[in-house]
């Protein structure tokens, strides 16, 4: 069973940077597409970033490009969702999802609890 637990999560200034991670703690990870996700207050979830089972292949949302850097380690059972030049409107909380499927935005079947991530202006 994928169990999946993000962490790093905080308050930031705007231009600041996160790190934010994702625990499989089912370890079931290393053939899983695994992605990251944001759901703003009044706003509905929307996708970020996603990377392939081998951590080979990577898709980013536009709005996030070049800023955002979706990574996995496989060792650690783990991916990272990297966070530079933050923006008051990259507020969310931020959810980590899997699936066994093709490299894109659709079709994730197993949530984290979700963290929540702040950027001041």
């Known amino acids: 069973q994928v169990q999946l637990v993000e962490s790093g999560g905080g308050l930031v200034q705007a231009g600041g940077s996160l790190r934010l991670s994702c625990v499989d703690s089912g370890r079931t990870f290393s053939s899983s597409t695994m992605g990251w996700f944001r759901q703003s207050p009044g706003k509905e979830r929307e996708f970020v970033a996603a990377?392939?089972?081998?951590?080979?292949?990577?898709v980013v949302e536009d709005s996030v490009k070049g800023r955002f850097t979706i990574s996995r380690d496989t060792a650690k059972n783990t991916v990272y969702l990297q966070m530079n030049s933050l923006k008051p409107e990259d507020t969310a909380v931020y959810y980590c999802?899997?699936?066994?499927?093709?490299?894109?935005?659709?079709?994730?079947?197993?949530w984290g609890q979700g963290t929540q991530v702040t950027v001041s202006s």
């Open positions: 990377v392939s089972w081998s951590g080979a292949s990577t």
């Open positions: 999802a899997a699936k066994y499927g093709p490299l894109n935005e659709y079709n994730y079947g197993h």
